[in-house]
């Protein structure tokens, strides 16, 4: 109350700004009844033991994190290219704010080793304790998730098959703490752009057992890092992935030049830089002539995109919370918004969307390993991110269009992750991919299938609906297989989008099945009928005007199973 000067016309408790608290300031664990019921299913025996580290994560991204979060938006990286004596020294300066929250994530970093072998003792999985600390970081700062993240596994795994003995201990070294370290980055994209390989110019050449790189790129995230994969192309014109440390063996100054940062429209945590090698020592991350390099760096691209579609559900739930929060204290038309049809029907809408994107990336990242499941989760979360994003503006009205208010920062962040790994088109291109060349719909199907059948007991009528959708799906895939080259690949879009919002739907219904059995209760049921009356029930000519009331009638228990604050 005493931080502000009380006005005259402050008379009236709708100007008590004290009860417009939003997500910043709570324990996100505590508040999020779908991540403890994740938790739960996902950790078994194990939950007892995590529940403390994950109530003072919760806390820590609510606050300190959080807090960051907007501080490093606010004053963003610089470079620092020359020193006094004109020398290039391409130094990437983070300010403050950043380094208080990666050195608090770090000392509570869920994806170290460490910390995965005591979950394991104790029964717990570390993958899905890795899963929820994404989770809860994104929902504060995707830019920061990006700086610990970029990379790490596909330099560390890649050096590990392919590096010099001496080269693999020294990335050992760099990631001790796990990839999570904000130590990697991966260069690929060229003036020329990123997706389409047979148009890089940058080159290597061999130098006794290292090579040496020689090239521009143009969108290079985490720059202030010291290992990068860079992609270039070989004397015989394949292109392969190399990995240049920011100091060479003898630990002087790599040929690595940091041209300028980039002026971006988010995610201002992460230093994004135009990187120019000039003759850089460099080591093939492939065995000779067999392309196996760039075969698992491309399996592991895959792997990002989890990543990055983890960003699109973690900006999204922040956004739903940001939007409940305020609804509950805004007033208009002497009621609160959230007390009002219109706007809880949007309300609701939001909160299933996001649950049904919470339930394809943790199935992504925890469940069974799908060929075609990374491009489809991304496909779907990197664009609910921006939609809910611009959801939580509109909610806020012309406040949410200011940027003291958080959700204008969260949707300048939201618009880079269906840019990030893959644009949408890209990302179909690779379902075709996977379906023509591995025949990677089988098993999707399967697992579809197998999620349908735990479903829950009490809802055979929307475990039907399921099931008639895929074999829905089943058709589409026939018909699309059979259509003209050109005319199946601008269909791929729409297929695409049906896989998706049949997979969300299965596995919607499957932890409604494992919330059944658990005693929970019925919500999941409820969330995964309202999903499947939305994408798979055809609406009629009424376009769903006379769609049943539950959305309304049950808007409680819709709320307090995804709130609690």
């Not at 909160?351 to 990242?365: C, M, R, T």
Request: proline share 4%; charged share 25%.
């Amino acid at each position: 109350m005493g931080r502000y000067l009380i006005e005259s016309f402050d008379s009236s408790d709708r100007y008590a700004t004290e009860r417009y608290q939003g997500a910043a300031g709570r324990n996100w664990w505590s508040c999020d009844p779908t991540l403890q019921l994740l938790m739960r299913r996902h950790l078994g025996d194990g939950f007892a033991w995590a529940t403390p580290y994950l109530e003072k994560l919760g806390a820590l991204m609510g606050g300190t994190v959080a807090e960051c979060a907007e501080a490093t938006d606010r004053n963003p990286p610089r470079l620092e290219k020359y020193d006094k004596w004109g020398r290039d020294v391409s130094q990437v300066v983070m300010p403050p704010s950043f380094h208080t929250a990666r050195n608090a994530l770090m000392a509570n970093n869920f994806t170290s080793p460490a910390f995965a072998d005591e979950a394991r003792a104790n029964g717990a999985n570390p993958a899905a304790l890795a899963a929820a600390w994404t989770y809860l970081l994104d929902q504060a700062d995707i830019g920061m998730g990006c700086a610990l993240g970029t990379g790490g596994d596909m330099v560390v795994s890649l050096a590990e098959r392919h590096a010099p003995d001496d080269v693999r201990e020294r990335v050992r070294a760099i990631f001790a703490d796990g990839f999570y370290s904000g130590e990697a980055a991966q260069m690929f994209t060229e003036r020329t752009g990123g997706s389409d390989l047979a148009a890089l110019e940058a080159t290597a050449v061999p130098d006794g057992d290292s090579w040496v790189v020689s090239g521009f790129k143009w969108f290079a995230s985490n720059a202030n890092g010291s290992a990068f994969v860079v992609l270039a192309r070989l004397p015989d014109g394949a292109v392969a992935p190399f990995l240049v440390l920011w100091e060479r063996r003898d630990g002087s100054r790599n040929g690595v030049r940091i041209r300028r940062l980039k002026d971006k429209l988010g995610t201002r945590s992460v230093a994004s830089a135009e990187v120019e090698f000039a003759d850089a020592e460099a080591f093939l991350l492939a065995g000779s002539g067999s392309g196996s390099g760039l075969g698992t760096m491309m399996k592991l691209t895959n792997a990002s995109r989890l990543g990055v579609a983890m960003m699109g559900a973690g900006v999204a739930r922040r956004a739903l919370v940001e939007s409940l929060c305020y609804a509950r204290a805004r007033e208009a038309f002497g009621r609160p918004l959230i007390e009002q049809p219109l706007m809880r029907r949007k309300l609701a809408e939001l909160i299933v969307e996001v649950e049904a994107v919470q339930a394809l990336v943790f199935d992504g990242l925890v469940g069974p390993r799908l060929r075609l499941a990374p491009a489809l989760i991304k496909l779907r979360a990197a664009r609910l991110g921006v939609t809910a994003a611009s959801d939580a503006i509109e909610v806020h009205g012309g406040n949410g269009y200011i940027e003291q208010w958080p959700v204008a920062r969260l949707l300048r962040d939201a618009q880079v992750n269906p840019i990030w790994e893959g644009g949408d088109n890209i990302l179909c291109l690779d379902v075709r991919r996977a379906m023509v060349r591995e025949r990677a719909h089988e098993p999707f199907l399967d697992r579809l299938a197998a999620a349908v059948d735990h479903g829950p007991a009490g809802d055979s009528a929307t475990v039907d609906l399921v099931r008639g959708g895929i074999d829905d799906l089943r058709k589409a895939i026939t018909a699309w297989s059979s259509l003209d080259a050109p005319v199946a690949e601008a269909r791929l879009y729409p297929l695409a989008q049906l896989m998706a919002d049949v997979y969300a739907a299965a596995v919607l219904l499957e932890q409604a099945g494992w919330e059944e059995r658990a005693g929970f209760g019925d919500r999941k049921a409820l969330v995964a009928r309202q999903y499947v009356e939305t994408h798979l029930v055809d609406k009629g000519p009424l376009r769903g005007i006379d769609r049943p009331t539950e959305d309304l009638e049950r808007f409680d228990d819709l709320l307090s199973g995804t709130f609690m604050g």
